[in-house]
């Protein structure tokens, strides 16, 4: 079990005070993270939530999963690992477009 949790189905109105309000009551809060879209600034609706210990993440789990946050039922579960970030962007020498080099 880990400490960082996935919070989904957020209204966009949740901020990072609140969820740090709501998820105190479980145990020790060390971080919160909105997830916000980075043109408009807008919340996306999910968030991550860091518990200091991984009893305190599984009562949080336990006690808030499938409750009612500005009458959403909202998801939280145990965060999955990032996953890797494939690096085949565009730009750089000699990829596509930019004619022959030789």
Do not use: H
């Amino acid at each position: 079990m880990g400490r960082k949790l996935y919070v989904g189905n957020l209204p966009y109105s949740a901020d990072q005070q609140g969820l740090q309000d709501m998820f105190s009551k479980c145990g020790t809060v060390d971080s919160v993270n909105v997830i916000t879209d980075r043109d408009t600034g807008q919340s996306k609706g999910f968030a991550f939530v860091e518990m200091s210990n991984d009893s305190e993440a599984q009562k949080a789990i336990q006690e808030l999963n499938g409750s009612s946050l500005d009458g959403r039922e909202i998801k939280v579960n145990e965060a999955k690992p990032k996953a890797p970030r494939d690096n085949r962007g565009g730009g750089g020498y000699g990829r596509g477009g930019g004619g022959n080099r030789w």
